[in-house]
């Protein structure tokens, strides 16, 4: 084995007690979404409660579970933003008509 | 040039100074294809967004039970497999190869649970329901195509990780593949957990049926 394979093997991010930590954390967080569901809100703000949760769920599962904590800050650099930016870009092809599709079902 | 000299290919070190990322090119690889899943997932719940809004008559379903209780419960296995899956990560970078393999075989049981529960929601919708992915009794036919795509594609993406861990497992179990191995699989399980948290509201919560 070469002195970077062993570096690698012995690169152990984390512990036990944090992932549990981060476990119980998404478990609170799914409890919120399933209780919110039944209640009696618009539903934009319905909707921008859930996603929200579920980013932060996103958050958590990302920087701990897969380790991009622990990576370089070159590798956050090259996923995240990249990602945000794709999404972001098929969002703004439907955004402009589903606004529009939006307004004319609420009249 | 002489081949029979010729370095191979796996010996080649990167010459051009400190690696810039510090990962190794299995697990740029894993991130590089799960940046390109993450556009596949998108672009479907975007665009189940868009014919949900677009739809005036789009039904709402899902009752507390079974759908909803089944759906949370669902999710709640499958963040359990990725608890199991990171210990077996943390496990084999330690070299506890027996411990990482345990872990592995209970992230593939969650996996394994996850789509028994699924299927049996699918064969209630498709026998109690009647609901196919072209026609459902109480509205919109979207909500058909766009429940059975996105869950099936997810459903799928369960199936081949279950199958996945299991060569991984064989394979660290019986010192084949490298702790690094485990950690790119766990990063695919991970990302499929990741995409489940947003499956789960998008087409769940925001479809429970009116009281």
């Known amino acids: 084995m070469s002195a970077r394979e062993e570096a690698l ?5 984390g512990t036990t007690k944090l992932f549990v930590w981060v476990w119980v954390a998404l478990l609170i967080m799914t409890g919120l979404e399933t209780l919110l569901a039944y209640e009696d809100m618009a539903l934009l703000i319905m909707l921008t409660l859930l996603m929200g949760l579920s980013v932060i769920k996103t958050g958590y599962i990302l920087s701990y579970f897969m380790h991009l904590r622990f990576e ?3 590798l956050f650099l090259m996923i995240v933003p990249s990602a945000v930016f794709l999404v972001c870009m098929i969002l703004l ?15 | ?33 799960l940046l390109s899943d993450t556009v596949t997932f998108s672009s479907l719940l975007i665009g189940y967004s868009y014919v949900r809004i677009a739809s005036p008559d ?3 379903p899902f009752e507390f039970y079974p759908a909803i209780v089944k759906a949370t419960l669902m999710t709640v296995i499958l963040l359990t497999s990725s608890l199991t899956m990171v210990l077996g990560v943390h496990a084999a970078h330690k070299n506890e190869r027996g411990r990482a393999v345990k872990y592995i075989l209970l992230t593939m049981l969650g996996g394994v649970l996850f789509d028994i529960i699924h299927i049996s929601e699918w064969i209630n919708l498709m026998i109690n329901e009647h609901v196919t992915p ?7 036919p979207l909500l058909g195509g766009a429940f059975f795509g996105l869950t099936g594609l997810h459903m799928l993406h369960v199936t081949i990780g279950v199958i996945y861990l299991g060569v991984i497992a064989w394979g660290f179990g019986s010192k ?9 699989s766990g990063l695919y399980w991970h990302f499929v957990d990741l995409v489940w948290m947003f499956i789960f509201p998008l087409i769940y919560l925001i479809n429970v049926a009116p009281k």
């Open chain 1, 9 to 13: 093997e012995q690169h152990v991010p």
């Open chain 1, 72 to 74: 370089r800050m070159g």
């Open chain 1, 93 to 107: 092809f439907l955004y402009p008509d589903s606004i529009r599709l939006m307004h004319m079902q609420a009249r």
């Open chain 2, 1 to 33: 040039m002489n081949h029979t000299e010729a370095q191979p290919i796996a010996e080649i070190t990167w010459t051009g100074g400190p690696s810039p990322l510090a990962v190794n090119k299995k697990k740029l690889g894993m991130w590089l294809f």
């Open chain 2, 58 to 60: 789009w039904p709402r």
């Open chain 2, 134 to 140: 072209f026609h459902n009794p109480w509205g919109s």
């Open chain 2, 176 to 184: 084949r593949f490298a702790a690094e191995d485990v950690e790119v």
